[in-house]
């Protein structure tokens, strides 16, 4: 009886390419998505695009097949393999909320687990090339999925968001931020209980928050908090649909950055982050005046954290 390898010359060339790409898998796999740079692309870069990215590789050998061009084809499905094993290992160390990341999520319902890796169905190819180098052929693919459908190019395809978000519990009433009439200001409608005490109100048409130095860490529910704790800006504040769609905060480089974006309008409220808060690094405090303002803005007509109107700017 002949072996399967003699028979099939090209399986031999497969299956050693699986082994070179599981090993690939692996050391990317050890390394954190926050600090895997091997697509060029930076943390604040990924969620300002909307686009996680992951880089796959695969050899091929034309003297292990009958046909060069097949040679070509099993280097690039082997780089395509790659590549979205590696965007698994990046999904699961992605930030869902301050203290979670999608793994935690997956280890607490093979229902999630499952989603997450369907979601690899969704994965687009971004680049792809392949080159005869030293007798083989060398192929290299990056693939991307979407964050959520902030971006033109995440319209209509499945994203990361929609699929986990929704298993993400909601705050209790207590837990949500309430001031009191003496905070507020005149022009708030809390204390216009007579027409002389009416004053012109400010239209705010979103919330800058600036936290440069506090070392925030990007995530998919981020909130702006209290000192006490209380829920300023969360799921507790914004449509389900928004954080679906357009996420529950945009982050970006700079102020320029954020005063250029769609979602921004002619009158941002730009405030300053204090300090980190609640379980990790991904929520912002921000002082009792600006927590204040920050309330009146958003019951006036125009409510910009209903429609998820937050931008963080990290450095």
């Excluded at 690039?76 to 869902?96: E, P």
């Excluded at 699929?163 to 009191?180: F, M, S």
């Amino acid at each position: 009886m002949s072996m399967p390898h003699k028979r099939y010359p090209w399986l031999s060339q497969f299956i050693m390419t699986m082994i070179i790409t599981s090993f690939t898998t692996h050391v990317a796999a050890e390394t954190s998505w926050m600090d895997d740079d091997s697509t060029g692309v930076t943390q604040t870069e990924v969620w300002q695009s909307g686009i996680i990215t992951a880089k796959g590789e695969g050899i091929g050998d034309p003297r292990k097949t009958r046909l060069k061009a097949k040679a070509r084809i099993f280097a690039m499905k082997a780089a395509s393999l790659d590549a979205k094993r590696n965007l698994l290992s990046i999904i699961q160390g992605v930030k869902i909320s301050s203290g979670t990341v999608v793994k935690d999520l997956e280890l607490e319902s093979d229902q999630i687990a499952a989603r997450v890796k369907g979601m690899l169905r969704g994965a687009f190819v971004i680049k792809r090339n392949v080159e005869y180098m030293e007798d083989a052929y060398v192929a290299e693919v990056i693939v991307g999925l979407c964050l959520n459908a902030s971006v033109t190019k995440c319209q209509g395809r499945p994203n990361l968001a929609s699929a986990l978000i929704r298993n993400v519990k909601r705050p209790a009433p207590n837990d949500l931020y309430q001031p009191q009439a003496s905070q507020m200001s005149q022009s708030s409608p809390m204390n216009q209980t007579t027409p002389e005490m009416r004053r012109p109100v400010v239209i705010y048409t979103s919330v800058i928050v600036e936290t440069a130095g506090l070392g925030i860490e990007p995530a998919m529910v981020a909130r702006v908090l209290t000192e006490s704790g209380k829920e300023v800006y969360g799921l507790g504040q914004v449509n389900p649909g928004v954080t679906e769609s357009n996420g529950m905060v945009r982050y970006v480089g700079n102020l320029a950055q954020a005063k250029k974006l769609s979602i921004t309008g002619n009158n941002p409220m730009i405030i300053k982050g204090v300090k980190l808060g609640g379980d990790g690094a991904s929520d912002v405090v921000v002082s009792k005046a600006d927590a204040v303002k920050i309330f009146e803005a958003a019951t006036h007509s125009v409510n910009i954290l209903k429609d998820g109107k937050v931008i963080f700017v990290v450095n």
